[in-house]
């Protein structure tokens, strides 16, 4: 039995930091493990050019306890007006390294996402052109199709053909949730990929509706049947470079999680590695965890892998903290509802 693992530091290939007290709160969590993170876009008025990207950045870069390496990486948020010279100028900089589409209503701050995919057209040729990825949130947003349902119907209907209208663009599908997603994602190798969140490979529906309903779990896309969750795990654990990590960590505060109509997003940032590290042990898959945490991810966007290593020990189960303060009130860390035996010692 294998009590010590080291691996190469982390990164996380979907992060929300958010902004303000939030941002202060959760800055430092992710950077105590994680090297790197791919940063989210979807703040209360969105990142969308290079300037928003840069003023971020910089915002994040404060909030980093001294000393700290973490080296926040930048996305933009595509709007039906973006402007493929800021896109390629953002690109070109090295501080964003991808654009994010969301479907307009999909998620928390996504009203100003695409509603017509088509306008998108000369901004993706653009970005195919300089080798730019486009991050995507696979879902529809309609209202006759069924939430269960909406990642498996985006990938039919709107991502499929989108790609191919330009197969040469790189695409990463956030947060895949379905067996769907898992098998259109190893479909093209080198061009397209899937991150996978830590929760979606812990939780399934029953976790969020079964007994009560419980806020902290919900999250988008929403987690589906257990046969889902485990094809994910079948997917992270597999060793295919087309599955990496992106925890989709998404803070709000609890009391706009505990609400009549409560947001969409798990914090998970703080547990995810010994989380992950449980997993993948569970499956008898710890041989490839370090691909899935470490290496993937940072090859898909034309990165080296951290220098640094971290290792982690195996003994009794861990206590989380369950609550994160912040300056504007506390946020529910992620229960994984399992004991966790993996802590990151150095
Ligand atoms: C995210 C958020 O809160 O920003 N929420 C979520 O449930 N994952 C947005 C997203 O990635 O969909
Ligand atoms: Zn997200």
Redesign the pocket.
């Not at 926040?72 to 010279?85: F, G, I, Q, R, V």
């Not at 609400?259 to 969409?264: F, I, L, Q, R, V």
């Given at each position: 039995m294998k009590n010590t693992l080291t691996i190469t530091q982390p990164d996380d290939w979907?992060l929300?930091l958010?902004d303000g007290a939030l941002l202060a709160a959760v800055v430092p969590e992710s950077a105590r493990n994680f090297g790197r993170a791919l940063i989210?876009p979807?703040l209360t008025i969105p990142v969308v050019t290079y300037k928003d990207a840069v003023a971020y950045r910089g915002r994040i870069k404060d909030a980093l306890p001294d000393g700290s390496s973490f080296k926040p990486l930048m996305t933009l948020y595509l709007t039906e007006k973006t402007d493929p010279n800021d896109i390629k100028k953002a690109y070109e900089s090295g501080i964003v390294i991808a654009a994010k589409l969301?479907p307009a209503g999909?998620?928390?701050?996504?009203a100003l996402g695409i509603e017509n995919f088509e306008k998108l057209q000369p901004v993706l040729e653009c970005m195919a052109d300089i080798g730019m990825p486009m991050c995507v949130?696979g879902?529809v947003t309609s209202h006759e199709v069924d939430i269960f349902d909406r990642e498996a119907v985006f990938i039919d209907k709107v991502l499929d053909p989108l790609r191919r209208r330009l197969p040469s663009l790189k695409v990463v599908m956030?947060?895949i949730t379905t067996a769907e997603g898992a098998a259109y994602a190893r479909s093209d190798p080198g061009k397209l990929a899937a991150t996978i969140?830590t929760h979606h490979l812990m939780i399934n529906r029953n976790n969020i509706l079964a007994g009560g309903i419980r806020p902290h779990y919900?999250?988008?896309?929403?987690p589906k049947r257990e046969k889902h969750r485990l094809c994910l795990i079948e997917a992270a654990t597999s060793g295919n470079p087309c599955y990496f990590l992106g925890t989709?960590s998404?803070?709000?505060l609890d009391k706009s999680k505990e609400s009549s109509c409560g947001?969409?997003?798990?914090y998970t940032a703080s547990n995810s590695i010994p989380c992950l590290a449980e997993v993948f042990d569970r499956a008898d898959a710890l041989d490839k965890l370090e691909g899935f945490t470490s290496i993937f991810g940072a090859n898909f966007y034309g990165l080296s892998p951290n220098k640094r290593k971290i290792t982690l020990n195996k003994d009794l189960p861990v206590i989380f903290p369950q609550k994160i303060k912040t300056d504007d009130g506390p946020i529910t860390l992620f229960n994984p509802n399992i004991d966790i035996h993996w802590k990151v010692t150095s």
């Amino acid at each position: 039995m294998k009590n010590t693992l080291t691996i190469t530091q982390p990164d996380d290939w979907h992060l929300h930091l958010r902004d303000g007290a939030l941002l202060a709160a959760v800055v430092p969590e992710s950077a105590r493990n994680f090297g790197r993170a791919l940063i989210m876009p979807n703040l209360t008025i969105p990142v969308v050019t290079y300037k928003d990207a840069v003023a971020y950045r910089g915002r994040i870069k404060d909030a980093l306890p001294d000393g700290s390496s973490f080296k926040p990486l930048m996305t933009l948020y595509l709007t039906e007006k973006t402007d493929p010279n800021d896109i390629k100028k953002a690109y070109e900089s090295g501080i964003v390294i991808a654009a994010k589409l969301y479907p307009a209503g999909a998620t928390t701050n996504s009203a100003l996402g695409i509603e017509n995919f088509e306008k998108l057209q000369p901004v993706l040729e653009c970005m195919a052109d300089i080798g730019m990825p486009m991050c995507v949130h696979g879902e529809v947003t309609s209202h006759e199709v069924d939430i269960f349902d909406r990642e498996a119907v985006f990938i039919d209907k709107v991502l499929d053909p989108l790609r191919r209208r330009l197969p040469s663009l790189k695409v990463v599908m956030e947060h895949i949730t379905t067996a769907e997603g898992a098998a259109y994602a190893r479909s093209d190798p080198g061009k397209l990929a899937a991150t996978i969140t830590t929760h979606h490979l812990m939780i399934n529906r029953n976790n969020i509706l079964a007994g009560g309903i419980r806020p902290h779990y919900y999250c988008l896309p929403i987690p589906k049947r257990e046969k889902h969750r485990l094809c994910l795990i079948e997917a992270a654990t597999s060793g295919n470079p087309c599955y990496f990590l992106g925890t989709d960590s998404a803070p709000h505060l609890d009391k706009s999680k505990e609400s009549s109509c409560g947001c969409a997003g798990i914090y998970t940032a703080s547990n995810s590695i010994p989380c992950l590290a449980e997993v993948f042990d569970r499956a008898d898959a710890l041989d490839k965890l370090e691909g899935f945490t470490s290496i993937f991810g940072a090859n898909f966007y034309g990165l080296s892998p951290n220098k640094r290593k971290i290792t982690l020990n195996k003994d009794l189960p861990v206590i989380f903290p369950q609550k994160i303060k912040t300056d504007d009130g506390p946020i529910t860390l992620f229960n994984p509802n399992i004991d966790i035996h993996w802590k990151v010692t150095s």
